[in-house]
T-cell receptor, first 113, second 115 residues
Framework: KQEVTQIPAALSVPEGENLVLNCSFTDSAIYNLQWFRQDPGKGLTSLLLIQSSQREQTSGRLNASLDKSSGRSTLYIAASQPGDSATYLCAVTFTGGGNKLTFGTGTQLKVEL | EPEVTQTPSHQVTQMGQEVILRCVPISNHLYFYWYRQILGQKVEFLVS????????KSEIFDDQFSVERPDGSNFTLKIRSTKLEDSAMYFC?????????????FGPGTRLLVL
């Protein structure tokens, strides 16, 4: 079964710290992997999308890496700020699975002053 | 910047009632999706839709669910007879293409509460 797992489930860090969120997936046959941000009770904001042929993508303080062969992705957030507090979701489009996204359960991040 | 919109933002209904959730995808997008997220759980795929047909559906998308593109702009999800377990946040998404894992753009969601 094609599944996506995220650890840790929750993370609390002091402001200014660099942090890494982890995502793993069970099948290396993927089209792409996408990281989303979800604020409480709100929708999904796409942060970064990495195609299967890429190793990493960067946007501002965010850097996402992809190691398809090991079934892993990381989201690196530099110099964290209280405004980064949210749930971060990883989602994978597996080949042979149509175009649907398979989501992880997310990592709830709290950045404290 | 174009975005996906959804109405209503919140809906409360009685068990057994029909509900219609509405979405306006990004205007040049041709591929549409519904997902749902039960409180505290993963976002789950429900259905994808292209060229006025369902392309793929999950086990969740049973006979109680239907989708429609009634006109050139709206995309709807109907639940015929709601159950308590249908309470969730429902997200609509759209993409420009349909091959190779296209980027999906999500709406803000409709929070459905079935009493």
């Amino acid at each position: 079964k094609q599944e996506v797992t995220q650890i840790p489930a929750a993370l609390s860090v002091p402001e200014g710290e660099n942090l890494v969120l982890n995502c793993s997936f069970t099948d290396s046959a993927i089209y792409n992997l996408q990281w989303f941000r979800q604020d409480p009770g709100k929708g999904l904001t796409s942060l970064l999308l990495i195609q299967s042929s890429q190793r990493e993508q960067t946007s501002g303080r965010l850097n996402a890496s992809l190691d398809k062969s090991s079934g892993r992705s990381t989201l690196y957030i530099a110099a964290s700020q209280p405004g980064d507090s949210a749930t971060y979701l990883c989602a994978v489009t597996f080949t042979g699975g149509g175009n649907k996204l398979t989501f992880g359960t997310g990592t709830q991040l709290k950045v404290e002053l | 910047e174009p975005e996906v919109t959804q109405t209503p933002s919140h809906q409360v209904t009685q068990m057994g009632q029909e509900v219609i959730l509405r979405c306006v995808p990004i205007s040049n997008h041709l591929y549409f999706y519904w997902y749902r997220q039960i409180l505290g759980q993963k976002v789950e795929f429900l259905v994808s839709f292209y060229n006025n047909e369902i392309s793929e559906k999950s086990e969740i998308f049973d006979d109680q669910f239907s989708v429609e593109r009634p006109d050139g702009s709206n995309f709807t999800l109907k639940i015929r007879s709601t159950k308590l377990e249908d309470s969730a946040m429902y997200f609509c998404a759209s993409s420009e293409s349909r091959t190779g894992g296209p980027t999906q753009y999500f709406g803000p969601g409709t929070r459905l509460l079935v009493l």
